[in-house]
């Protein structure tokens, strides 16, 4: 049988409700509010061009005409479809070298501290500041074209960012660049976190330093690598300074990931109510999948 709870217990209960109860209620309108009315906007075709404030949306109202077009709209999937090939190259790229990194930096060596900083250094740059970088380095006479010269001893002036192809490989490059160190930091704390006892028993027992790897190391960092991989996807969902500093989603539309596609239709065409219809529809999306993929983990 349970004890009932004591009065000592109950006000304290009270007294953190109480004293907890204004934040709780500001978090709840700063998340609920915004997402309350970018529903009501999704459902009309309501624009600033209108010449009304967006209480007056209904006004407008067209049900759900904009997620109906949401079906049509063959920009909007290309988009999304070059979102979802940045994501599929990036992450494992940035994944594979953050853990050969991670792997190397376990032990002590000379210089480890020095190396360390470097390493990290890209993930500082604001990433305006990294697709302008990348922005010179890709030019026809940057340092790339220069440096390719050297290798073939003949002039190289490959036009990377006005070509649909090399544009969104010189963006990807950029990506790899300046997010690997955020998954090497990650993957080096969970392999910090393996047991040294356990290494060392498979030592004496024979185990290769590959099958250390694979039966104790992994096993033990797999909690760590879906939240790294998590991280990363979302990020590179969402890549867009970077992008529109490099590319502007040029040439034509050959770069235009989904944050590009919303922020050219949100300031260049004003239809907000079909804006707030895709962010919607990506935000259900993408909480399905959070959802599934944390299911997954605690499995």
């Known amino acids: 049988m349970t004890s009932a709870p004591t009065p000592e217990k109950d006000d304290g209960a009270g007294l953190g409700l109480r004293l907890t109860l204004p934040a709780q209620v500001l978090v709840l309108f700063i998340s609920l509010f915004p997402l309350l009315m970018q529903l009501y906007i999704s459902l009309t075709d309501w624009s600033p061009l209108s010449g009304m404030a967006w209480p007056r949306a209904w006004e407008f ?27 599929a190259v990036c992450v494992p790229l940035e994944f594979g070298l953050g853990l050969a990194l991670a792997t190397l930096f376990v032990d002590d060596f000379p210089g480890k501290r020095v190396a360390y900083s470097i390493l990290i250094m890209p993930m500082m740059v604001v990433p305006a500041v990294a697709g302008y970088m990348f922005f010179m380095l890709f030019q026809s006479g940057g340092p790339v074209n220069d440096i390719l010269s050297w290798f073939t001893a003949e002039p190289v002036s490959i036009a990377w960012l006005s070509d649909p192809t090399l544009a969104l490989i010189a963006v990807m490059a950029a990506d790899i660049w300046q997010w690997t160190p955020l998954m090497f930091l990650i993957l080096l704390a969970g392999l910090v976190g393996v047991p040294d006892d356990q290494i060392k028993a498979a030592t004496l027992l024979g185990a290769s330093p590959v099958q250390r790897f694979l039966t104790i190391v992994i096993p033990r960092m797999k909690t760590i690598i879906v939240i790294a991989l998590a991280i990363r996807c979302i990020e590179a969902f969402k890549i867009f300074d970077t992008l529109y500093i490099m590319t502007g989603g040029g040439p ?28 919607l529809a990506i935000l259900l999306v993408l909480s399905l999948l959070a959802v599934w993929a944390m299911r997954r983990m605690a499995k």
């Open 252 to 279: 034509g539309v050959a770069t235009e990931t989904i944050s590009v596609y919303i922020y050219k239709i949100t300031t260049q065409d004003l239809i907000w109510g079909y804006v707030a219809a895709i962010a």
């Open 61 to 87: 109202w067209n049900t759900f005409a904009n997620y109906l077009d949401l079906v049509s709209d063959d920009r909007l999937w290309s988009a999304l479809g070059r979102t979802a090939l940045v994501m």
